[in-house]
């Protein structure tokens, strides 16, 4: 409140001072002068706060910026690459359940992907089927070898 009441006063005072002179200068091109003159100075009067302001903290450090935004950007990348996994090894699971449905196999599947998100694994829990285990190797590419079945039975 005391700084508001300071600066208060100096735009007052330099307002007053500022008008006691405009009226002492003779009429003209002097009076002109004065004004503008007068005018600026109740300007810097008026936004002397600001020159006192510290602005420290809002400095901008691009290369922490950068460095936040890379760390983000390989999050959302981990997240996005996941989340793709995940939904492509569902669908396989589905598209191998289905298939063993229509070859009248009673099989639930799990899928394991490698890098490139290619079935590298295949566990089968239910009654080994030879038809449903050679389609898997010719369809999918998953050899009999990694195959895996446990029977539930």
């Known amino acids: 409140m005391e700084f ?3 600066w208060l ?11 006691l002179l405009y009226w002492l200068c003779p009429d003209g091109a ?10 600026l ?15 420290p903290d809002l400095a901008w450090d691009a290369a922490r910026y950068r460095e936040a935004a890379a760390l983000l950007e ?13 939904g492509i090894a569902r669908e396989l ?6 298939k063993a449905d229509g070859l009248g196999a009673n099989v639930r599947a799990t899928v394991a992907l490698d890098a490139r998100c290619a079935p590298e ?5 239910g009654r080994y089927s030879a038809a ?3 389609w898997i190797a010719s369809e999918l590419g998953v050899a009999k070898e990694r195959q895996t079945w446990i029977d539930g039975g």
């Open 4 to 6: 508001f009441r300071e």
């Open 9 to 19: 006063l100096g735009v007052v005072a330099c307002a007053m001072l500022g008008s």
């Open 30 to 39: 002097a009076r002109q002068v004065a004004r503008f003159t007068l005018a």
């Open 41 to 55: 100075l109740l300007l810097c009067a008026m936004l002397r706060p600001l020159a006192a302001l510290q602005l």
């Open 74 to 86: 390989a999050e959302l990348e981990r997240g996005y690459e996941t989340a793709l996994a995940d």
């Open 93 to 98: 699971e589905a598209y191998i359940e289905d």
């Open 121 to 125: 694994r295949v566990t089968l829990y």
């Open 132 to 134: 449903l285990a050679d």
